[in-house]
């Protein structure tokens, strides 16, 4: 089966990408995109024989330097310079995969024909890609507004044989590694260079992996619920789609009746219960979890929108004989987007922290903290200090980016989205959350314990057997962060193993 996907007559979906992180196929151009990227530049090369004609980056300088008039001599040479001057990146370095969605999406949105690009350029980019040469681009330096510059200026270098790569499970010299790969470094024809950091290819792989990541987490969280409404005796009247029907949420309808099928045939949950109602964080997960779902959705709209679009600056269109300077570089509607997904995703987490506190009280029937003989044993008191030192750490994170603004390149730029900003910290929120379930996750088990001989649903016995191979009930104190993290590593495997997390 050929593991390759062509760029260029279709659009790219959310689904798409998420696919392409699992199978890592090779890219490759239609024809149709070849012949639309040729004729492009073409006519962008016609236009630039014309005498006097000016168009920005192109034959003049940059941001508050756009009056500073370049000369044919020196056109290329201002393309690697703008490449090498851009390259200012700092903090950590990005993740692989967020790496390959900037150049997937990087090589689509060129393949549009808008940029004045040469095919051989996003044929070069391509090769990279398959050879699995990985740009080092760091996560820190873009404004989310004249295009995501420094950190597309790193994906950049390496096509002239410059910066530094991930090859063969190292961190290598751009120019060594293209030797020894067998590939020849690009010489940037004019607009080339500005075409490759003009663009949200930055904001826009974060966002879309921060999506591909929300819809694997907000499944998780309503899994984790169940099982820690069945651990707390809680009632599944509030999951009636009754109650669902009459307010009329998708997202709600659809955690309520996750909830119900992950119960389903659960002896705990058909036990009567003396409890008249239960706490919000239980009662409420329908319009919690929910109300995230639908935030999620829109988010998702918004990305797939962007990157399918145009984002260079200035634009060809040759049809229309015009080469339009504007601004679709500008972050702001994915700065926006990316505030409301951190904001939303980060109330997964808070409330999956209130129904930690609450199996760990001592209620219903339950031993505080979880361990027989408490007072000497602390039992599972501490981790929910940490969930709920990262549930804080994810309020901060979801302060929004969005409303901040610096002037920058002498007031040229004089308003900038900070989306860069928003699409690493709301990634941030949302590999956190993770670790917040898994302490809930890891709590309800522990409690489902003290409800024994009764049982909870076919489907969450399974699991838990599966879990309690990898991470024994909890009977006297011992060193429990590894216990942690080998659950957040057993919830990741139920993604991908259980497809009844797809009712």
């Not at 004045?116 to 507004?145: R, T």
């Not at 879309?208 to 169940?226: G, P, Q, W």
């Not at 329908?286 to 639908?294: L, Y």
């Not at 981790?383 to 929004?400: G, R």
Request: charged content about 20%; overall charge negative.
């Amino acid at each position: 089966m050929d593991n390759t996907l062509t760029i260029g007559d279709d659009s790219l979906h959310i689904e798409t990408l998420s696919s392409y992180l699992t199978m890592r196929p090779r890219l490759a151009l239609t024809r149709a995109a070849f012949e639309r990227i040729e004729a492009n530049r073409g006519y962008l090369e016609r236009k630039l024989t014309e005498q006097g004609a000016l168009y920005y980056g192109i034959n003049t300088g940059f941001g508050a330097l756009c009056d500073v008039v370049i000369s044919p001599s020196e056109m290329e040479q201002l393309q690697e310079n703008l490449v090498m001057s851009h390259a200012c990146g700092m903090g950590d370095e990005v993740i692989p995969e967020v790496v390959r969605l900037m150049m997937l999406l990087k090589v689509h949105g060129l393949s549009l024909g808008y940029s004045g690009v040469s095919a051989a350029l996003v044929e070069k980019l391509i090769e990279l890609h398959n050879h699995e040469i990985l740009p080092v681009v760091w996560e820190v330096g873009s404004l989310g507004a004249s295009g995501d510059l420094a950190p597309l200026a790193h994906l950049s270098l390496p096509l002239i044989g410059k910066g530094w790569v991930r090859y063969k499970g190292e961190k290598r010299d751009a120019a060594d590694a293209l030797r020894e790969a067998g590939i020849a470094p690009l010489r940037l024809k004019a607009k080339e260079g500005l075409a490759l950091l003009n663009g949200t290819q930055f904001m826009s792989a974060w966002g879309c992996y921060s999506v591909i990541e929300a819809l694997r987490v907000e499944k998780l969280a309503d899994f984790t619920a169940a099982v820690s409404i069945d651990a707390f005796m809680a009632r599944t009247d509030a999951f009636h789609p009754a109650i669902q029907r009459v307010r009329n949420h998708p997202g709600q309808i659809e955690s309520a009746a996750n909830v119900l099928f992950f119960l389903r045939d659960s002896e705990i949950a058909s036990q009567p219960k003396t409890n008249i109602q239960d706490p919000y964080s239980f009662r409420c997960v329908p319009q919690v979890h929910g109300a995230v779902k639908f935030a999620v959705m829109q988010v998702k709209e918004v990305f797939e929108r962007e990157i399918n679009a145009v984002t260079d600056n200035p634009l060809i269109f040759e049809k229309e004989d015009m080469i339009l300077s504007g601004g679709n570089f500008h972050g702001e509607p994915l700065a926006l987007a990316l505030d409301y997904l951190g904001i939303a995703m980060s109330e997964l987490a808070s409330i999956s922290e209130r129904r930690t506190f609450q199996l760990l009280s001592g209620k219903r029937g339950l031993p505080k903290f979880l361990v027989q003989n408490s007072g000497l044993h602390s039992g599972l008191m501490i981790p929910q200090y940490t969930a709920a030192a990262i549930v804080s750490m994810n309020k901060q994170l979801a302060t929004p980016a969005s409303v901040d603004t610096i002037t920058s390149s002498d007031g040229q730029e004089d308003h900038v989205s900070m989306g860069a900003n928003a699409a690493v910290k709301t990634y941030k929120i949302v590999y956190n959350i993770e670790k917040v379930l898994a302490i809930e996750f890891m709590t309800a088990m522990q409690a489902l314990e003290f409800r024994r001989p009764l049982r909870s649903s076919p489907f969450i016995e399974e699991i838990r057997e599966a879990y309690r191979k990898v991470v024994p009930a909890y009977v006297a104190d011992r060193v429990i962060y590894p216990d942690i993290q080998v659950t957040v590593d057993f919830m990741r495997d139920i993604c991908r193993e259980y497809e009844a997390l797809k009712p």
